[in-house]
C-alpha cells in the first residue's frame, strides 16, 4: 500500500509548484539573463523528472499537459516574445505557403506515380495531391507506402510536366525568390536562433547520451532517488515468441503482459519492463540475457536511471515540438536548419545534424524515427538547406553505409535511407558527382564491403552462411543508391562532370574486373559433382548491376567524348583481363574448304570455363553505340579500332555459347543444379540483356571484322565440331565405324546449336546500332515472338519483357500495333492475340525462345496456317538491312566454309544412316538457305541498273563441289530431297525454297537482259510452278478424301453386324424409352381435368412410381422402400447468418436454449445442403470408417489438418470430392389416406381441441406425480387412443439413418455434443428443413428464375429429402415429446390456457411454423383411428397460419407512402375492400400503436407482396412433401403468377376470404392474437420488428476505385493497441467492418483458444463462415471455422482484364460487378466452405495455413 500513497503524494506536491508557476514570468525572466543555455537547463534539470517517468506506467495524457504547461509553454513564449496563441497565428498569416506538400507517408498509405511524367519511379504524390493533379488522367502506377518517403508534389525536378496539383499551384503574384526571413524583426530571429539552438542541442545530447546512471552537465538532478528502468530495446534477430517467453521468465508476467511488451519494443524501438531499485532491475535483465544468448547474441538490455529515461522521453518530445512549430513559418524552418548545420568548435562533422546521423545506429527506433520526421520536415523542405545537407551526407557517406553495415535495424529505420531523397534529385546529384566525386565514394565503399577474393583478385563467394547472407543484402543497398545517382541522364556535360563521370567508370570498370570470369567451372567427368558449388551470390550481383550497366552506356551515349574515352578504358581493361587468361595455351592452324586460319588449342569441355563476363559485356554494349552515335565513321581516327584483335574479342563470350549448347546436349550433367540454374538465368529475361544478348553482339562485333570463313573454323573448333566437318570425305561420315550412341546424339545437338548461333549473328539486327530499325521496333518483335506461341495476359507480356531501371518495358506505347485485346469473361482474364498480318514476321528461331517455346510457337504457328488453308513452311521472315559497321556480317551466309557445311547437312539427310543426323538440323540448315535466299532477293530489289549486287548466293549454291571428290552442289541436293518419302513434314519448306530460287534466277536474267524483253516469261514461270503447286495439294486432298469414305463405310457396316447380333437387347432399350415418354405425359397438366393442388382434400394424387437409385459405392441398383436397405444423399449441414435481419443478437446458450420458434429476423439458421450422390447406407458406413481409420494413421505421421475435419464427422463425398459431414436417409413419399372424413373448419378446432387435452392427461400420467392431484378424466373422442402405439413402419438400417441425421443437425445447429434422447432433435430437423426452403426461394427471387424446374437436380433431391425426412422423424423421437411440440406450436395460433409463455404472433416466422406443425402433427394422427383426413387437417392448419402471417404483415405494414394509386378492377377492389376491413378489425384490437390507413390500394399491396415469398415458400414445401407435379406456368417467369400459386396451394386468390369466410370462428383468435403483451411491447419499439418482405441480403457495396479502399484502410488503426496502425486491415464483406487481422494485439480467446480477429468476427458475424477483403494484398479471404480457409480472386481487375494479388504490378484496379455478383451467389448458395474445400484439396500448401490466426 505503502507504494500507492507515495504514488499518490508527488502529483499533490507537484500540483502546488504548479499552481505557483507562471509561464509568462518564466519566459520574460529567460529574456533577461545573458545565459539562457544554462538557465533553461536548469529549468528542465528541476521539472523533467518530476513530469516524466514516476512509475511502471506511464501514463502520456497527464505527462503530455504538464509538459505543454510547464515546458513547451515559457519556450513559445520566450519565441514569440508575446502570448504564443496570437504570436504563432501571426507568424502564419505572414507566411507564404509552400509549393512543396511535404506529406510524409503513413505506413500503407496509397501512393501514386505517373508513369508518363514523373522522372524517375520514386517520385511519388499522396492521394489529395493527385487527384487534385493532371495525371489522374495518365497512366499511373499505384503502390502502397512501407511508410517514411514523402510527397514530391511542388518538385519541379521531379516531374517532366504537372509538377503542382490545384492544392499547391504557385500564384504568379510572389516573387518565390525573396528571402523568408525579411518578414521577420531582428529580435525575433535572435530570439529563435537563441532557443531552437538550446532546445536542439538538448534533444541532440540526450539522444546520444549513452551513460545509463547519470546526466550531461547542468541537468543533474537536484534531488535523486534510487529508482531505476530495464529497458529492454528491440533487434532484428529475435522472433517474437522468443522475446514473448523470455519476458514471461524474467518479470513473471503473464502472456498478454508479454505479448504487449514485445508489441511496443517491435514498434517504438525499446520498452521499460521492470520498474525499482537498481537490485531488482539487475535480476531480470541478467535472466533476459541468460535466456537469449544460447542461439546467437543477447537481447539488448539496460538498467537506466529513472531521470535518463525521463529527459530521453522529453528530448523527443522537444523535437516534435521543434517540427510542430516550424511548421508556422518558412522563416522558423530556415533558422532551425541554419541552427542544425551551423559548425560547432570541434571542427569538422561538429554540426548538431552531423552529431545525429553519426549517432544513427546507437539510437533505438522511436528515436530515429523521430528525428528522420524533424529532418524530412525542415532540412528537406528547404531547398537551400537541402543542398548543404546534402554534401554533409556525401562527405560522411562512408561512415554512415559502414555503420548500417554493422547494425541490425532494417534501412528503412536507418539515416542511410534518406539518399532517396536526395541522390534522385538530378541537379544535386550531378553536383554531388562533381563536388564530393560520390560516383566514385559510392563504387568504393561497394567494392570495399566485398572482401572476398581468390588469387586472380576476382570475386569469391564461399558457402553462405546466414551472417554473410545479410551482410551481403545490406551491400547492395549502395547498389540501389548509385542507381539513384545515374537514373537521370545529363542533356549538357561539363568538363568537370566528364572527368568525375570517367573517374567514376575507372572505379567500376575495377568491380566489373572482379567479376569476369568469377565462379569458373570445370565439366566433372566419371562421377557426380560432390557438393553444389555457391553460384546465387554471384548472379544476384549481377541481376542487381544489370541495370547500373546499362545506365552507364546510356550514360556514355549522351556525349560523344565521354564515349570515345570509355571505350577506349573498356577496351584497356579487356585486354588486362585477358593477359590474364591467355597463357599455357597453345597455337594450332585449322583449314577447310580451301581457307585456313591460326588459333588456339581450347576445350570448353576440358578447361575451366565462366558465365560471368560483364568487361567484354560492356565494350560490346559500346560497341554498338559507336555505331548508333554513329561515332564510327565520324571520329574513326579516334577510336583504336585498328588495335583490336577479333579473335580475343570472341573468344570469351563464344566459350560461354558453347557452354550453353553442352549443357543443352547433356555433357555436363554430372556438374549438378547449379550450372543448370546459372544457364537458366543466363537466358533469363532478367538478366539476357546484359548478359546472353551481349555476347551474341560481340560475336557480332568480332565476326563483322573477320574473314567470315576463318570465324566459322573458330567456331567449329570451340564446338568441338571441327573434326567432323572437316574431313574430306564428311559428307560420307560414319560410315566407317559404329560410334558410340551418346557421343552421336551429343553431336548432333552441338551442331543444331552451332547452325542456330550462325542463324543469330547473321539475323539478329532488331538493336538500333547493328540494323537499321527503330528503338520500339525491338519491343515489337519480342511481343510479336510471345504471341505466337498463345494469346496472353498483360502481366505475362510484361514478364516476359526486360524491364529498364524505371520499371518500365515499353510495351504500352507498340502493343496495339501488334496485337488486339480480348476482354475477360466472369473468370479468367484479358488476353492480347497476335494481329494476323503480323505472323509474316514470325522467325521460328528466334533467339529468345527457349527450346520448349519455341516448339509450341511452331506448332501453333502450323495449325493456324492449316485453318487457312496455307501451306505449312514456316520461311524466315525479311529482316532489316544492317548499320555500316556490320554489314560486312552477309558474307558469312554465302562463305564457302558454311555451304561445305550446309552440303555436308543436306547429303546426310539424302542417304540417312542409322541416326547421324537429326530432322531439326535439317531444318536449321533450309532455314539458313532461306536467309540467304532473302538476303540476295531483298538485294536485287533495292540495287538501281549500275551498282552490281556482290551478294550471289543462288550462283554458289549451285556450284559442285571441288574435285576430287566432285560433290554434288546444295541445290541438287535439295531437288533430291524434294519428294522423299522420310521428310515428307519439310516438303512444304523446299518447295518453297526451290521457289525462291527459280524466282531470282528470273530477276537476274531480267536485269541482265535488255529492258525491251517483257518480263511475261517470269510470271509464266512461276505461274506453272503455282499451278505444279495446286495440282499437287488437290491430288493430296482427293487421296485424303477416298481414304476417309473407305473407313466410315467400314465402320457402318460393323455396327449393322452388331445390331444384328444384340437384336433383344435394343429391342429393350426402345421399349424403355416408350415408357419414359409415357410417364411424362402423364405428369403433364393437360391429361388432368381438375387443376394440380399440392395441399389439402383437393389434393391431386400423382400415379404410385417405384424410384430406383444406384449407389454410387457398390454401383448396385437399389429400390426406395420403407421396408428396404437405407440409402443415403451425402449432406452438409451449417449454421448459417446469410438471411439474418439482426446480427447484433448475441448468440444462445446452446445447453438451455429452446429452438421451437424461429424469430422473422433469422438470426441464426441451419441450413442443409448435398451434392446429390446416393448410397447405401452400409457402404457409406464402411466408407466412413475408413476414412477415420486412415486419418488416425495419418496423425500419427504428420501433424496438419487436411480440408475436412473427421472428428466433426466431416468427409468428402467419395465421388466428388464435395465436403460433406452427414447423410440424410432417402424416404418413400408417404401416400394421404384418401378418406371421406373430411371436417370443415369448425369441427376441426373442436375435435383438435379435445385431442390435445387427451394427449395433455395422458402426458401428465407419463411424468412422476409429486403430489396426488385429483386429475379430472376430460371425455376424449372414442376414436382417438392415447395409448395406442402405433407400429414404426421403417426398416432397421432407415431407423438408425433417421437418428443419423437428426443428430447431425442437432449438433451442428446448436454447437452441442451429440445426444440422440434430446427432445430438441425433431426441432432442428424442421427448422433447418424450413430454412433451407427460404434460402432456396430468395436464391430464384435474386436470379430472377422460376420456382420450379430451374434448381439443379442436387437441390431438388436435397428439398425432397429434407421434406420426406422431416414427416417422419417423430418415429425415431419418443412419441410423448413430438405431440408436445405440436401442441405448443398449435398454441401459438389458437392459444391453449395448459400451455404458458406462447409466444407473440410478431414473434415467430409462420414458413418455419407451417413445417414444423405440418410436419410434428404425423405423431398425432397416427394415434387417431376416426378416419380424419391428414390433408383437410394440413389445409386448415396452412389456412390459419396464412391468415396469422397476413395479420403479422399488416401489424407490421408501417405508414403508406404517398405513390399514385392505381387505378383498381372489379375483382380487385373487393381485395382491398376486405384489407381495409381486416386492418380496421385489427386497430380496434391494438389500439392507437397502428396508425390510420385510408388506402386500401396500399394495405392490399403490403399483403400481395408481403406474403408472395411465404407462399412460394409454402409451394416448395408441399410440392417436395407430396411430389404433385407443379403447373406449367411456375415453371417460367410469366404473368398471372399469383392466381396459379394460390390455386396450386388451395388458397382464394382473394387471400382475405380466408378471413371474412370464417370470420365468427377467426375474430376471437385474432383477438387473442393481438392482445398478447409482446404486440404493444414490439410495435412500440421494444424488440425487433422485421417487415415483410424481408429484403434480401446482400454483401456490403464496393467503391469503384480501389484506392478508396486502400486509403480507407490506412487511416484504421488497430483498436487495441493506442493508436497504432495495422499492418494487414481486412474488411468483412458481409458487414462492413474493418478489422486488424494477423497480428497479436487483437487476437481474442474462442472456446479455450486463441484466434485472431478475422476467425473471432465469423463466430459473430457469420455463424463460423466469413468472407473478407485483405486490402493491402487486394485478396478475398473465405473462412470456415478455426482450420479451414483459402484465398479467392478479388472483383477488382486493372484495365487488362487481371487482378492483382499482393498489389505487386500497381495498375489502377477497378471493381468487376460480375465478379463480385459471383462472390455473392457463393454466399448466398451457402457454398463457401464447399468453394473452401475444393480449394484445399487442389492446393496442399492451404491446409498448412494457420487460418485461425488470421
Known amino acids: 500500500m505503502a507504494a500507492a500513497e507515495s504514488d499518490r503524494e508527488v502529483p499533490s506536491a507537484l500540483c502546488t509548484e504548479f499552481l505557483n508557476f507562471s509561464v509568462k514570468d518564466t519566459a520574460s525572466k529567460w529574456l533577461q539573463v545573458t545565459d539562457l543555455y544554462k538557465e533553461v537547463y536548469h529549468h528542465l534539470a528541476r521539472y523533467v523528472p518530476k513530469i516524466y517517468c514516476l512509475g511502471p506506467n506511464l501514463n502520456p495524457q497527464s505527462e503530455d499537459l504538464l509538459a505543454q504547461m510547464l515546458l513547451q509553454a515559457p519556450l513559445e513564449w520566450y519565441l514569440c516574445g508575446e502570448d504564443p496563441s496570437t504570436g504563432l497565428a501571426k507568424l502564419e498569416q505572414n507566411n507564404q505557403p509552400s509549393q512543396l506538400c511535404g506529406h510524409v507517408f503513413k505506413v500503407g498509405e496509397p501512393t501514386y506515380s505517373c508513369r508518363e511524367c514523373a522522372a524517375d519511379p520514386t517520385c511519388v504524390l499522396c492521394m489529395q495531391c493527385f487527384l487534385g493533379s493532371v495525371h489522374k488522367e495518365h497512366r499511373y502506377r499505384m503502390t502502397t507506402s512501407g511508410g517514411g518517403g514523402f510527397c514530391d508534389c511542388g518538385d519541379t525536378e521531379a516531374w517532366k510536366k504537372g509538377p503542382y496539383c490545384q492544392k499547391h499551384e504557385p500564384n504568379i503574384s510572389d516573387s518565390c525568390q525573396e528571402d523568408p526571413l525579411a518578414h521577420l524583426s531582428t529580435d525575433m530571429i535572435a530570439r529563435c536562433y537563441n532557443v531552437f539552438s538550446v532546445v536542439l542541442k538538448y534533444a541532440v545530447d540526450m539522444l546520444t547520451w549513452d551513460k545509463e546512471d547519470e546526466l550531461p552537465l547542468g541537468l543533474e538532478p537536484p534531488d535523486r532517488s534510487d529508482t531505476y528502468y530495464c529497458m529492454l530495446f528491440n533487434d532484428e534477430v529475435h522472433t517474437y515468441e522468443q522475446v514473448i517467453y523470455t519476458l514471461q521468465k524474467a518479470v513473471n508476467c503473464t502472456q498478454k503482459e508479454a505479448v504487449s511488451f514485445a508489441t511496443t519494443v517491435d514498434r517504438d524501438g525499446r520498452k521499460s519492463v521492470r520498474f525499482g531499485d537498481f537490485a531488482f532491475c539487475e535480476l531480470a535483465k541478467s535472466v533476459i540475457v541468460r535466456n537469449t544468448s544460447r542461439q546467437s547474441k543477447p537481447l539488448r538490455v539496460q538498467v537506466m536511471h529513472s531521470s535518463v529515461v525521463a529527459h530521453q522521453c522529453f528530448a523527443l518530445k522537444a523535437l516534435h515540438w521543434l517540427g510542430h512549430v516550424i511548421g508556422y513559418s518558412d522563416a522558423l524552418r530556415r533558422i532551425l536548419c541554419q541552427v542544425g548545420l551551423e559548425r560547432g568548435p570541434e571542427g569538422e562533422n561538429s554540426s548538431l545534424v552531423d552529431t545525429l546521423m553519426l549517432c544513427d545506429s546507437k539510437m533505438w527506433k522511436g528515436a530515429r524515427n523521430v528525428y528522420h520526421q524533424l529532418f524530412m520536415s525542415s532540412l528537406l523542405m528547404d531547398l537551400k538547406y537541402k543542398k548543404l545537407f546534402a554534401i554533409q551526407f556525401a562527405k560522411n557517406y562512408r561512415r554512415l553505409q559502414t555503420d548500417f553495415m554493422e547494425d541490425d535495424h532494417e534501412r528503412v529505420v536507418s539515416v542511410t535511407s534518406l539518399s532517396v531523397q536526395l541522390f534522385t534529385v538530378p541537379t544535386m546529384a550531378r553536383m554531388l558527382i562533381t563536388e564530393e566525386n560520390l560516383m566514385t565514394t559510392i563504387i568504393r565503399t561497394f567494392v570495399d564491403h566485398l572482401r572476398h577474393r581468390d588469387l586472380q583478385g576476382r570475386f569469391q563467394f564461399e558457402r553462405y552462411t546466414a551472417q554473410q547472407a545479410f551482410k551481403f543484402r545490406r551491400v547492395q543497398s549502395l ?216 555476347d551474341l553482339i560481340m560475336l557480332q562485333a568480332g565476326a563483322s571484322m573477320m574473314d567470315p570463313n576463318h570465324f566459322l573454323m573458330i567456331v567449329l573448333s570451340r564446338f568441338e565440331l571441327y573434326h567432323i566437318f572437316s574431313s574430306a570425305d564428311c559428307r560420307k561420315r560414319y560410315n566407317r565405324e559404329n560410334v558410340n550412341k551418346d557421343v552421336v546424339q551429343q553431336n548432333n545437338t552441338l551442331t543444331e546449336e552451332m547452325l542456330h548461333l550462325i542463324m543469330m549473328v547473321v539475323g539478329e539486327r532488331f538493336e538500333a546500332g547493328i540494323g537499321q530499325v527503330e528503338g520500339c521496333d525491338e519491343i515489337k518483335r519480342e511481343i510479336l515472338h510471345q504471341l505466337c506461341i498463345r494469346p496472353m495476359a498483360h502481366s505475362e507480356l510484361v514478364k516476359a519483357l526486360p524491364e529498364n531501371e524505371n520499371k518500365e518495358t515499353g510495351m504500352e506505347r507498340v502493343i496495339d500495333c501488334v496485337a488486339s485485346f480480348k476482354k475477360p469473361g466472369v473468370t479468367g482474364r484479358g488476353l492480347y492475340e497476335l494481329r494476323p498480318e503480323c505472323a509474316k514476321q514470325f522467325n521460328l528461331y528466334f533467339h529468345h525462345y527457349s527450346r520448349a517455346d519455341q516448339s509450341k510457337a511452331e506448332e501453333a504457328q502450323r495449325k493456324l496456317k492449316r485453318q487457312n488453308g496455307e501451306d505449312t513452311a514456316l520461311p524466315p521472315p525479311v529482316l532489316p538491312p544492317f548499320c555500316p559497321l556490320f554489314a560486312s556480317l552477309v558474307n558469312i551466309l554465302q562463305c564457302d566454309v558454311l555451304l561445305g557445311m550446309l552440303g555436308a547437312v543436306l547429303q546426310w539427310a539424302v542417304e540417312p544412316s542409322a541416326g547421324h ?595 412460394r415458400g409454402a409451394a416448395l414445401f408441399f410440392h417436395h412433401l407430396h411430389g404433385v407435379p407443379a403447373p406449367p406456368e411456375l415453371h417460367a417467369l410469366c404473368p398471372g403468377q399469383w392466381e396459379v400459386l394460390c390455386g396450386y396451394l388451395s388458397l382464394p386468390s382473394n387471400l382475405l376470404q380466408l378471413f371474412h369466410g370464417q370470420q365468427e370462428l377467426l375474430e376471437p383468435l385474432l383477438h387473442e392474437w393481438c392482445t398478447h403483451p409482446g404486440i404493444q411491447q414490439t410495435l412500440q419499439g421494444g424488440g425487433v420488428l422485421v417487415s415483410f418482405p424481408r429484403e434480401s441480403n446482400s454483401l456490403i457495396d464496393l467503391p469503384d476505385d480501389y484506392s478508396a479502399l486502400i486509403n480507407q484502410a490506412s487511416s484504421f488503426t488497430c483498436p487495441k493497441s493506442g493508436g497504432d496502425k495495422s499492418r494487414a486491415p481486412t474488411l468483412c464483406l458481409v458487414c462492413g467492418s474493418m478489422l486488424c487481422s494477423q497480428s497479436y494485439c487483437c487476437q481474442t480467446e474462442l472456446e479455450g483458444e486463441d484466434v485472431g480477429a478475422c476467425t473471432a468476427h465469423t463466430f459473430a458475424c457469420g455463424a463460423g463462415v466469413g468472407i473478407f477483403l485483405r486490402v493491402r494484398e487486394s485478396q478475398v479471404l473465405f473462412l470456415a471455422g478455426k482450420t479451414k480457409g483459402c484465398f479467392y480472386a478479388p472483383p477488382y481487375l486493372d484495365d487488362y482484364g487481371e487482378t492483382d494479388q499482393g498489389l505487386r504490378r500497381g495498375n489502377p484496379l477497378h471493381l468487376c460487378h460480375e465478379r463480385y455478383r459471383k462472390i455473392q451467389k457463393l454466399w448466398r448458395q451457402h457454398s463457401i466452405t464447399e468453394e473452401i474445400g475444393h480449394a484445399q484439396e487442389a492446393n496442399q500448401t492451404l491446409v498448412g495455413i494457420d487460418w485461425q490466426h488470421l
Open 479 to 694: 547498389i540501389g543508391d548509385l542507381k539513384y545517382v545515374l537514373i537521370s541522364r545529363p542533356t549538357e556535360w561539363s568538363d568537370q562532370l566528364r572527368e568525375k563521370f570517367l573517374e567514376g567508370l575507372d572505379t567500376f570498370l575495377e568491380l566489373l574486373k572482379c567479376m569476369q570470369g568469377m565462379d569458373p567451372v570445370v565439366r566433372q567427368v566419371g562421377q557426380h559433382i560432390e557438393m553444389e558449388p555457391e553460384w546465387e551470390a554471384a548472379f544476384t550481383l549481377q541481376m542487381k548491376l544489370t541495370h547500373i550497366i546499362s545506365m552507364m552506356q546510356e550514360w556514355c551515349a549522351t556525349d560523344e567524348r565521354v564515349l570515345i574515352e570509355a571505350y577506349k578504358k573498356c577496351l584497356t581493361a579487356l585486354t588486362h583481363c585477358h593477359s590474364g587468361f591467355a597463357d599455357g595455351e597453345q597455337p594450332i592452324t585449322l583449314s577447310m574448304c580451301g581457307h585456313s586460319v591460326d588459333t588456339i588449342r581450347y576445350c570448353v569441355s576440358q578447361e575451366k570455363v565462366s558465365i560471368h563476363l560483364p568487361v567484354s559485356r560492356l565494350l560490346a554494349g559500346l560497341h554498338v553505340l559507336l555505331s548508333k552515335m554513329e561515332v564510327a565513321y565520324r571520329f574513326p581516327e579516334q577510336l583504336p579500332l585498328s588495335e583490336l584483335s577479333p579473335p580475343m574479342l570472341i573468344e570469351h563470350p563464344l566459350r560461354c555459347l558453347v557452354l550453353c549448347a553442352q549443357v543443352h546436349a547433356g555433357m555436363w550433367r554430372r556438374n549438378g543444379f547449379s550450372l543448370v540454374n546459372q544457364i537458366y538465368y543466363y537466358h533469363n529475361v532478367k538478366c539476357r540483356v546484359e548478359m546472353f544478348d551481349k
Open 917 to 1511: 543426323w537429326s530432322e531439326s538440323m535439317l531444318q536449321r540448315v533450309l532455314h539458313l538457305i532461306g536467309m540467304a535466299l532473302l538476303e540476295e532477293q531483298q538485294q536485287l530489289e533495292n540495287s538501281s541498273e549500275d551498282n552490281d549486287v556482290y551478294f550471289n548466293f543462288t550462283l554458289k549454291m549451285s556450284r559442285p563441289g571441288e574435285a576430287p571428290s566432285n560433290t554434288a552442289s546444295v541445290l541438287a541436293l535439295l531437288e533430291n530431297l524434294q519428294n522423299a518419302p522420310h521428310l515428307e513434314v519439310h516438303e512444304d519448306m523446299i518447295r518453297w525454297l526451290l521457289k525462291t530460287v527459280a524466282g531470282i534466277k528470273t530477276m537476274r536474267e531480267r536485269s541482265a537482259s535488255t529492258s525491251t524483253v517483257t518480263a511475261s516469261g517470269s510470271r509464266g514461270q512461276e505461274e506453272t510452278a503455282c499451278d505444279k503447286d495446286k495440282a499437287e495439294r488437290k491430288r493430296k486432298a482427293e487421296m485424303a478424301r477416298l481414304r476417309r469414305e473407305k473407313v466410315m463405310a467400314q465402320m457402318s457396316e460393323m455396327q449393322r453386324h452388331f445390331i444384328n447380333e444384340n437384336k433383344e437387347l435394343f429391342q429393350q432399350s426402345l421399349e424403355e424409352l416408350d415408357a419414359s415418354t409415357s410417364t411424362s405425359l402423364e405428369h403433364s397438366p393437360a391429361l388432368s381435368d381438375a387443376a394440380l393442388a399440392c395441399v389439402g382434400p383437393r389434393r391431386s394424387r400423382p400415379r404410385e412410381k417405384r424410384q430406383v437409385v444406384t449407389c454410387i459405392l457398390c454401383q448396385e441398383e437399389q429400390e426406395i422402400r420403407a421396408d428396404g436397405k437405407a440409402m443415403v444423399l451425402a449432406a452438409f449441414v451449417q449454421r448459417s447468418t446469410v438471411m439474418s435481419k439482426n446480427r447484433t443478437r448475441p448468440p444462445h446458450d446452446p445447453k438451455r436454449y429452446d429452438p421451437l420458434f424461429m424469430h422473422p429476423d433469422l438470426s441464426f439458421g441451419t441450413h442443409t445442403g448435398s451434392c446429390g450422390h446416393i448410397m447405401h447406407s452400409h457402404c457409406w458406413q464402411r466408407y466412413f470408417e475408413a476414412v477415420q481409420a486412415k486419418e488416425q494413421r495419418r496423425q500419427q505421421r504428420l501433424r496438419v489438418h487436411t480440408s475436412y475435419d473427421v472428428g466433426n464427422g466431416e468427409f468428402l463425398c467419395p465421388l466428388c470430392e464435395c465436403l460433406s459431414n452427414t447423410v440424410i436417409p432417402l424416404l418413400p413419399r408417404t401416400m394421404g389416406s384418401s378418406s371421406c372424413e373430411q371436417p370443415g373448419l369448425g369441427q376441426w378446432l373442436k375435435t383438435s381441441g379435445q385431442q390435445i387435452k387427451a394427449m395433455h392427461s395422458a402426458h401428465r400420467k407419463l411424468q412422476p406425480v409429486s403430489t396426488v392431484e385429483e386429475t379430472v378424466e376430460e371425455e376424449c373422442p372414442a376414436v382417438f387412443n392415447v395409448d395406442y402405439i402405433p407400429t414404426n413402419p421403417y426398416s432397421s438400417t432407415i431407423k438408425e439413418m433417421l437418428t443419423t441425421f437428426g443428430t447431425a443437425t442437432y449438433k451442428v445447429g446448436l454447437k452441442v455434443h451429440p445426444n440422440e434422447q434430446d427432445p430438441r432433435i425433431p426441432i432442428m430437423c424442421w427448422s433447418s428443413c424450413a430454412y433451407t426452403i427460404q434460402s432456396i426461394e430468395r436464391l430464384l427471387v435474386d436470379e430472377k428464375k422460376p420456382l420450379f424446374g430451374s434448381l439443379p437436380c442436387r437441390q431438388d433431391d436435397c428439398l425432397s429429402s429434407l421434406a420426406r425426412f422431416g414427416s417422419a422423424c417423430w418415429t425415431a423421437a419418443c412419441q410423448p415429446t413430438v405431440q408436445g411440440h405440436f401442441i405448443r406450436l398449435l398454441a401459438a395460433l389458437i392459444p391453449d390456457p395448459q400451455v404458458e409463455a406462447s409466444p407473440c404472433i410478431l414473434d415467430v416466422d409462420m414458413l418455419h411454423l407451417l413445417v414444423s406443425v405440418v410436419l410434428s402433427y404425423g405423431s398425432v394422427h397416427s394415434q387417431d383411428s376416426s378416419g380424419l383426413s391428414v390433408d383437410a387437417v394440413q389445409l386448415h392448419l396452412f389456412h390459419l397460419i396464412t391468415v396469422a402471417h397476413m395479420v403479422q404483415i399488416l401489424l407490421t405494414s408501417g405508414p403508406e407512402e404517398v405513390t399514385m394509386e392505381q387505378e383498381s378492377g372489379e375483382a380487385e377492389r373487393g381485395e382491398e375492400e376486405g384489407a381495409c376491413r381486416l386492418y380496421n378489425t385489427l386497430r380496434t384490437h391494438v389500439g392507437s400503436s397502428l396508425p390510420e390507413v385510408g388506402s386500401g390500394w396500399h394495405l392490399w399491396r403490403c399483403v400481395k407482396t408481403g406474403i408472395l415469398p411465404y407462399l
